[in-house]
């Protein structure tokens, strides 16, 4: 399509969810810059390639999750998406928690994408005030849906693949709703979505993880920093192999926490991986705060 250059521009960390599609987390962010939103390039493998690679295993997992959430808590901005299993008692009456439907979901990653959380919420708000019907959007003019999600960037990039993703289903289902979803397998979820032109991989694990309550482990940005720090995955691991050993790896029944929290110490942690001097990278630079650090120096 048309967005080489798209890419080329700044990224920036974004709502966890989605990213060049070659790159980060769903309500995540980033990788290549010459590719265009959520397309894969060349087929995809889809077999673990690190099958002989024993890292992590289930109690590396475990452990990982309870340093981590000891540290951060559980993040709240993750809650609601949570398998209604997690939450022990009130929440289900709560109207802020109601789900969020799959096909909103969908267009709330399109939207994260390359961009910082904070304007990817923005984008998706001025979305639904400008235009709140599905059918609306389909019908508005490209100018138009651009304005209203300007404030997210790549705005004809992302109108554009929303566009197409609404004509497209519209044609398959007869209607502008994804709910059938619900009842699908992750492979079946998989293919239904990647029938959409600019719907790439990450997207679909975060539309899975976080709006279907499937166990799949999206690999944005941040997790797949500390993957490759603490030898989760060789360090010449790219980011589709290490989607691919992930989830292979990591129990099913933690891969949700275990992702929204990798994803928020990376945000939050400015000692264990990278060199950004991000300023929100502060709540844990206190002394030895930093458990990916500790699991650095003692493997497990
Ligand atoms: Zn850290």
Request: charged residues 25%; proline residues 7%.
């Amino acid at each position: 399509m048309e967005k080489k250059k798209i890419l080329k521009g700044k990224r920036k960390r974004k709502h966890p969810q989605l990213e060049a599609e070659a790159e980060s987390h769903p309500h995540h962010n980033q990788q290549p810059k010459s590719k265009p939103l959520g397309v894969s390039s060349k087929s995809v493998t889809t077999t673990n390639p690190y099958s002989s690679h024993i890292a992590p295993t289930p109690q590396q997992c475990l452990s990982l999750r309870d340093s981590l959430l000891a540290l951060h808590g559980f993040p709240p901005e993750f809650a609601k998406y949570r398998k209604p299993q997690h939450d022990t008692n009130t929440n289900h009456h709560h109207p802020a928690l109601q789900p969020e439907t799959v096909l909103d979901g969908l267009v709330r990653t399109v939207l994260s994408q390359n961009t910082t959380e904070s304007n990817s919420q923005k984008a998706f708000d001025s979305l639904k005030s400008s235009f709140p019907t599905w059918e609306l959007v389909l019908g508005a003019e490209s100018k138009e849906l651009e304005n209203a999600i300007r404030c997210g960037g790549l705005a004809p990039t992302k109108a554009s693949c929303i566009k197409n993703m609404l004509r497209c289903l519209l044609e398959k289902r007869g209607k502008l709703c994804l709910e059938y979803l619900r009842d699908l397998s992750i492979d079946e979820v998989k293919a239904e979505l990647s029938l959409f032109k600019g719907i790439g991989p990450k997207t679909v694990a975060c539309v899975l993880m976080f709006n279907l309550q499937l166990d799949d482990f999206p690999v944005d940005t941040h997790v797949f920093e500390i993957a490759k720090t603490i030898g989760w995955v060789p360090a010449s691991a790219d980011r589709n192999k290490t989607y691919l050993h992930l989830n292979e790896r990591i129990p099913n029944e933690l891969k949700f926490d275990l992702n929204c929290l990798m994803y928020t110490h990376g945000k939050l942690c400015r000692r264990c991986t990278s060199k950004k001097g991000n300023k929100q990278r502060e709540k844990c630079d206190d002394n030895n705060s930093c458990p990916i650090l500790n699991y650095c120096k003692e493997p497990f």
